[in-house]
């Protein structure tokens, strides 16, 4: 929690991330393990039995194959969710009631895009099976965190461990904008190595 998604994922090889297709429809940060739900496109009647199954703090991954034909949610589900204190979506699709959306500050949502067009309810699906979202493959139980930047997915037993990485970078980072403000300039001695080891010549 507070250390920028940038931070953590230049510390699992710069590959953890979704695709960037998904988009944050507010500005509220992320965390929470990950409830995943596997729909066909254009239905959400998984997507709302998982509603009533998730525990609280948990974020619903709802995998439709990237539809965006239709909303899958919206304002009320989202309402119902946080009165559940469920910690989040990520839709892969679509979702409606962007404005609405946008105004919530202690509920995260990602998805694709947005349409007004409604949902069908007609199943079937799947619940708490892995899925395939966004280039990354999400497990139950995995962790997911996000800004605005975009979400990664994070396995439980490599978390204590990248936590610590990641607030050490991000404590570097902040050094380095310190550095930058106060006139000190933004040293980066790889950029002429590697340079040199490529044979580039340059005049100053």
């Known amino acids: 929690r507070g250390i920028p998604v940038a931070n953590i994922d230049?510390?699992?090889?710069?590959?953890?991330?979704?695709?960037?297709?998904?988009?944050?429809?507010?500005?509220?940060?992320?965390?929470g393990t990950a409830f995943t739900v596997r729909c066909p496109a254009g239905d959400n009647l998984m997507f709302h039995k998982a509603l009533d199954l998730a525990p609280p703090g948990d974020v619903l991954v709802i995998a439709a194959g990237g539809s965006m034909s239709r909303a899958l949610c919206g304002e009320i589900m989202v309402t119902y969710a946080r009165s559940r204190g469920l910690a989040g979506f990520i839709v892969d699709g679509c979702v409606r009631d962007r404005d609405e959306l946008a105004?919530?500050?202690?509920?995260?949502?990602?998805?694709?895009?947005?349409?007004?067009?409604?949902?069908?309810?007609?199943?079937?699906?799947?619940?708490?099976?892995?899925?395939?979202?966004?280039?990354?493959?999400?497990?139950?139980?995995d962790i997911l965190v996000g800004d605005?930047?975009?979400?990664?997915?994070?396995?439980?037993?490599?978390?204590?461990?990248?936590?610590?990485?990641?607030?050490?970078?991000?404590?570097?980072?902040?050094?380095?904008?310190?550095?930058?403000?106060?006139?000190?300039?933004?040293?980066?001695?790889?950029?002429d190595e590697t340079l040199a080891k490529l044979g580039v010549e340059y005049v100053d």
């Not at 461990?161 to 040293?187: D, N, R, T």
Request: contains cysteine; proline residues 10%; hydrophobic residues 40%.
């Open 103 to 141: 105004a919530f500050t202690d509920f995260a949502v990602y998805a694709r895009g947005v349409i007004p067009n409604g949902p069908y309810k007609n199943g079937p699906g799947e619940i708490n099976f892995p899925v395939a979202v966004g280039g990354q493959v999400i497990c139950p139980g």
């Open 10 to 31: 230049d510390c699992m090889n710069r590959l953890a991330s979704v695709d960037a297709g998904l988009k944050p429809m507010n500005s509220t940060p992320l965390l």
């Open 148 to 191: 605005g930047d975009s979400v990664l997915v994070i396995k439980p037993h490599e978390a204590e461990a990248l936590a610590k990485e990641a607030a050490a970078v991000h404590k570097k980072e902040e050094g380095q904008i310190a550095g930058i403000l106060s006139g000190k300039g933004f040293p980066r001695p790889f950029v």
